[in-house]
């Protein structure tokens, strides 16, 4: 079984950074996308960042310039970045791997629990 556990977050005041590890274990072949999501309080889950293990990354247009994603392969684990934080980047971040291969056939689709960050004074 394939699991991915976050770690980092925490609270911290506005202008403040926080690093986001997640570190996928089990039985794994290779995963292609890691990414992050975050989703605050009565409001929809919404895409942070990916990257693939090519190194290409993307990000949402409201982190672009303060949050840096990153990962290490040998590793299976990615990181999160986050300076700048605002108070509307207050949220339950969650990792998640869309496909992660398993088997030369199989492939699973893997979230984190989450972890919570909030920006606040």
């Known amino acids: 079984q394939v699991q991915l556990v976050e770690s980092g977050g925490g609270l911290v005041q506005p202008g403040g950074s926080l690093r986001l590890s997640c570190a996928a274990s089990?039985?794994?072949?290779?995963?292609?996308?890691m990414g992050w999501y975050r989703q605050a309080p009565g409001k929809q889950r919404e895409l942070v960042a990916t990257?693939?293990?090519?190194?290409?990354?993307n990000y949402a247009d409201s982190v672009k310039g303060r949050f840096t994603i990153s990962r290490d392969n040998a590793k299976n684990t990615v990181y999160l970045q986050m300076n700048g934080l605002k108070p509307e980047d207050t949220a339950v971040y969650l990792c998640?791997?869309?496909?992660?291969?398993?088997?030369?056939?199989?492939?699973?689709?893997?979230w984190g629990q989450g972890t919570l960050v909030t920006v606040s004074s």
């Open positions: 089990g039985s794994i072949l290779s995963i292609d996308i």
């Open positions: 998640n791997a869309p496909s992660v291969r398993l088997t030369t056939r199989s492939t699973v689709t893997v």
């Open positions: 990257i693939s293990s090519g190194g290409y990354s």
